[in-house]
């Protein structure tokens, strides 16, 4: 599933995978201590050449029209990783409420380097 | 093991297998070249088989792609601390515990080079240092602070309270002159055609 519709009066509203990882994006490099998004080699370069933005944030919808996010990150140096991932998945799941208004099941950490 | 791993590897092994045997056949002269030549020439001989052929070799390309990208895949998932948070999960791959312990060296300036290794395993983590230590170190006083810092650091950012198990070892110490000497080599620039004096 690309995105999650909801239905209004005057018709549906879809939201695309692409959105909420960019809120996801946002949200996640705005809590300090997170130093970049991280992700895969490829990925880094189709966004490069703008092919794709946040490919590295892994959305999913499921058939109940829950969210499963997995996000990875390089964390600065000298902050607590765990703290850093709470404050992370806390953020990210105030901003996508807060826009949304979509039911999240899981936002999922992936810590994939330490830098200065 | 998962369906689809134990079709891999059995599919793998049948190939190797069958490779084997064409090989000990040929080597026993159970078939001769020509048979070789004549299959080939079979294969080419119209463009039913033709086609065949090819879409075997892209599905076998395709299949090896897909394997190799599970098999890869579930070594990277594996190479990760995990724990459980009450909004998801959160994994912490080595290599960013490496980068962390890599920072250390600079905390430290007897150190010259730091490398390390880290396995996560079911009784706690195991550290492997590789260092490359200054002359005017003192190794005992040295190694021990190390442990000590890198122990510290790991539960300190990483919030782990499993054993964590710091093995050090030195590979060599570069002696002040070594140091000197490089230096002067980067300080002395090369003069282009320097070589060609006058006689």
């Known amino acids: 599933m690309q995105s999650e519709e909801s239905r209004t009066d005057l018709g549906s509203v879809r939201i695309h995978k692409n959105v909420v990882a960019s809120i996801a994006s946002i949200a996640a490099l705005d809590v300090e201590g997170v130093k970049k998004i991280g992700g895969k080699f490829s990925c880094r370069i189709l966004e490069r050449l703008g092919i794709k933005q946040n490919c590295a944030i892994l959305v999913e919808f499921n058939k109940q029209g829950e969210v499963k996010i997995e996000i990875p990150l390089v964390i600065k140096y000298d902050f607590n990783v765990p703290e850093v991932a709470d404050k992370v998945q806390e953020n990210v799941r105030a901003g996508l409420e807060r826009m949304t208004s979509l039911s999240l099941k899981d936002i999922n950490i992936n810590v994939q380097g330490i830098e200065r | 093991?998962?369906?689809?791993?134990?079709?891999?590897?059995?599919?793998?092994?049948?190939?190797?297998?069958?490779?084997?045997?064409?090989?000990?056949?040929?080597?026993?002269?159970?078939?001769?070249?020509?048979?070789?030549?004549?299959?080939?020439?079979?294969?080419?001989?119209?463009?039913?088989?033709?086609?065949?052929?090819?879409?075997?070799?892209?599905?076998?390309?395709?299949?090896?792609?897909?394997?190799?990208?599970?098999?890869?895949?579930?070594?990277?998932?594996?190479?990760?601390?995990?724990?459980?948070?009450?909004?998801?999960?959160?994994?912490?791959?080595?290599?960013?515990?490496?980068?962390?312990?890599?920072?250390?060296?600079?905390?430290?300036?007897?150190?010259?080079?730091?490398?390390?290794?880290?396995?996560?395993?079911?009784?706690?983590?195991?550290?492997?240092l590789r260092v490359v230590l200054k002359s005017e170190a003192n190794i005992p006083e040295l190694t021990a602070r190390l442990q000590e810092i890198t122990k510290s650091k790991i539960q300190e950012v990483l919030g782990i309270e499993e054993q964590i198990m710091i093995r050090i070892h030195v590979t060599k110490i570069i002696t002040g002159e070594d140091k000197r000497k490089k230096e002067t080599e980067k300080e002395q620039p090369s003069i282009p055609f320097g070589g060609y004096g006058r006689v």
């Open chain 2, 1 to 128: 093991m998962r369906f689809f791993s134990v079709i891999g590897v059995l599919f793998y092994a049948v190939i190797i297998i069958l490779v084997g045997v064409t090989l000990i056949a040929f080597s026993f002269g159970l078939f001769q070249p020509q048979h070789i030549s004549d299959t080939l020439a079979y294969l080419q001989s119209n463009n039913n088989s033709k086609m065949i052929t090819g879409m075997t070799g892209f599905l076998l390309i395709l299949i090896s792609f897909s394997f190799a990208q599970l098999i890869l895949g579930k070594f990277q998932r594996e190479k990760t601390i995990c724990f459980n948070t009450s909004s998801g999960e959160v994994t912490i791959a080595l290599s960013a515990v490496e980068d962390l312990i890599r920072r250390i060296a600079g905390i430290m300036p007897e150190i010259k080079e730091l490398r390390p290794d880290v396995i996560a395993t079911k009784k706690g983590i195991v550290v492997d």
